[in-house]
Nanobody, 117 residues
Framework: VQLQASGGGLVQAGGPLRLSCAAS????????VGWFRQAPGKQREFVARIWWSSGSPYYADSVKDRFTISRDNAKNTVYLQMDSLKPEDTAVYYC???????????WGQGTQVTVSS
């Protein structure tokens, strides 16, 4: 599975941004798709994930009620709608895919999100 993340940019605090993660290749093997982020000097952290078949979402507490993960099966694309952005959301955001019974093994290249105060 190949992943292409896009949609990052510079936004003011309180503003929205939508990230996209387009998958290609063996998309039939996708079981769950997740978004992670890594800020400078910090470890990568989990943001949200969605079950590919059912669309059931799950969020980290830090983004719950502000971020929304969704998917378009026809386009093999997962979205991360980010609202009410805060400066602490600044990071490189990565999407990743896990196959059934496995950890996340396929990663996109990352897209930079910068939130100015």
């Amino acid at each position: 599975v190949q992943l292409q993340a896009s949609g990052g940019g510079l936004v003011q605090a309180g503003g929205p941004l939508r990230l996209s993660c387009a998958a290609s290749g063996r998309t039939s093997s996708m079981y769950r798709v997740g978004w992670f982020r890594q800020a400078p000097g910090k470890q990568r952290e989990f943001v949200a994930r969605i079950w590919w078949s059912s669309g059931s979402p799950y969020y980290a507490d830090s983004v719950k009620d502000r971020f929304t993960i969704s998917r378009d099966n026809a386009k093999n694309t997962v979205y991360l709608q980010m609202d009410s952005l805060k400066p602490e959301d600044t990071a490189v955001y990565y999407c990743a895919v896990a196959q059934r019974y496995e950890e996340y093994g396929y990663w996109g290249q990352g897209t930079q999100v910068t939130v100015s105060s």
